[in-house]
């Protein structure tokens, strides 16, 4: 009905519009998306037969963006490093690679945290970007340009990575859908910065989108040949799921508690799986996911099977040159001098503190190695997770560093390996999204997926901004 040069200019139409408002999109591809778009519907007007494209092509002129922390050909890729600011990929990452070649168009790439280490999207390249439900509130990070972009209707899918909630809290925060996908089936080649030791276990590439139901056909383009190791084909009986259910983590003193809001959103979804599937969903209580924040910590700065060192913030934060002196970099920042942002610093700066005390940090692992059991036996081939997304809504600009560790509520299951989706569950009080987390166990990705989609359809999933 519409051609593909039309959906493409509706989209940098779009962009055009709200980007100065969002600060999403920190660098464009306009032109060659319209060029590319042009191909589309020449090789369309050709005509080769709709079954023959929908095979080779079956993202054929779709407008996406990309987190800048992804190589995309001829955009920048700083990840919100200033040493970085004049590096423009010559190549794409693997994910970005397969998307194109599977017929997607990228729009441009979006705004991230420095060095995807933090949960708002802020950076001394790019500036910050801001909420579309409320300019006031943070997008999340790291993929929180990807977050707000979606929720701004600009882009029908997006490329996030995930290793603390990257992809998950800026899904929740924006109101969009989000899936980490269990660990090493989709690669993360090409980004910056990369995993690399242990961290190669926990990093996650995987699809935002709007709508649950694209998430799935985004995903087998991403994970390409691993996707066979996933059950995307399997039909998922929501009536045999056996559901779990955790209103928090059991009250750590290193977090926030969670939201009347969000408790209440969960409780509807629980009482709406109870009456519309019959099923009983089974209240749960996981003692170690109290120590969430420090299990994540721990396992993040270990050594892995070969005895490698985690790569170290503060080389990260010199790129090549000398190590960050966080403390130094504290000091300049108190007089406006460092070219780094206060939440990288800090990082580097308990980064240090983690490494003082190995005895407890062993014992530490060793607890994340018999939570993830615990979980695997919990949830086994049929259940899944209902777990919330964060303790707080969207939060102020800024007030993350008061409350620096509750991403602990994503990160856990990064270092368990376990597949998430984030669903929207509408709006608050406040207008702000809602949502809820769909854990299951590994590779049992098509059992959230499913879920997602069957919660999209009862709680109305995402909502465009400015309609309350």
């Known amino acids: 009905q519409v051609t593909c040069i039309e959906v493409v200019e509706a989209y940098v139409e779009r962009i055009k519009e709200v980007n100065p408002l969002i600060n999403a999109v920190v660098k464009d591809r306009f032109e060659e998306a319209l060029q590319e778009a042009q191909q589309v519907d020449k090789l369309l007007s050709e005509g080769p037969g709709d079954d023959y494209l929908e095979e080779k092509f079956p993202l054929l002129g779709v407008p996406i963006t990309v987190k800048e922390a992804f190589s995309l050909y001829g955009m920048p890729n700083t990840s919100g490093l200033v040493n970085r600011r004049n590096v423009i ?27 995807c280490m ?81 961290r190669t276990s926990y990093l996650c590439t995987g699809p935002m989108c709007r709508y649950a139901e694209d998430l799935e056909p985004v995903l087998r383009v991403m994970a390409g040949p ?26 750590s003193i290193f977090v926030s508690p969670v939201d009347k809001e969000i408790l209440q959103a969960q409780k509807k979804v629980v009482e709406h799986l109870e009456s519309d599937l019959g099923v009983q969903v089974q209240r749960v209580a996981i003692h170690k996911m109290k120590y969430s924040f420090q299990i994540w910590s721990a396992m993040m700065s270990s050594k892995d099977s070969e005895g490698q060192e985690a790569q170290r913030f503060t080389d990260l934060l010199g790129d090549h040159g000398k190590p960050v002196w966080p403390l130094w970099e ?139």
């Not at 500036?127 to 409320?134: A, H, I, K, L, S």
């Not at 039909?235 to 209103?247: A, R, T």
């Not at 240090?352 to 062993?362: E, H, I, Q």
Request: with cysteine.
């Open 89 to 115: 990929a010559t190549s794409d990452a693997t994910v970005v690679s397969r998307l194109k070649q599977a017929g997607a168009i990228p729009l441009g790439v979006t705004n991230c945290s420095e060095l």
């Open 118 to 198: 933090w949960y708002e999207s802020s950076n001394k390249v790019y500036g910050r970007t801001n909420n579309p439900y409320d300019l006031q509130r943070i997008v999340g990070g790291s993929s929180g340009g990807e977050g707000s972009v979606l929720a701004a209707a600009c882009s029908v899918v997006g490329v996030g990575s995930d290793i603390g909630g990257s992809i998950r809290m800026p899904a929740f925060f924006n109101g969009v859908f989000g899936h980490k996908p269990t660990t090493g089936v989709v690669p993360n080649d090409g980004q910056f910065p990369n995993a690399h030791g242990v």
């Open 226 to 251: 691993g996707v066979s190791k996933l059950k995307l084909n399997e039909k998922v009986s929501l009536e045999k799921i056996k559901f779990h259910c955790m209103d928090h983590d059991g009250g």
């Open 330 to 468: 504290l000091m300049k920042w108190l007089v406006g001098m460092s070219s780094h942002t206060l939440p990288a610093i800090a990082v580097g700066l308990t980064e240090k503190l983690v490494n003082l005390n190995l005895s407890g940090k062993a014992k530490l692992v060793s607890m994340g190695k018999s939570l993830q059991e615990e979980m695997e036996a919990l949830l086994g081939p049929d259940g899944v997770l209902l777990y919330p997304s964060h303790p707080t809504i969207a939060p102020k600009h800024n007030s993350p560093i008061c409350m620096p560790f509750n991403f602990a509520y994503t990160a856990i299951f990064n270092v368990l390996g376990l597949p998430v989706t984030q669903c929207p569950l509408g709006l608050g009080s406040e207008g702000l999204p809602l949502g809820i987390q769909l854990v299951a166990a590994a590779y049992n990705d098509h059992l959230t997926l499913a879920v997602a989609r069957y919660l999209e359809k009862a709680f109305g999933g995402w909502v465009l901004p400015g309609k309350v």
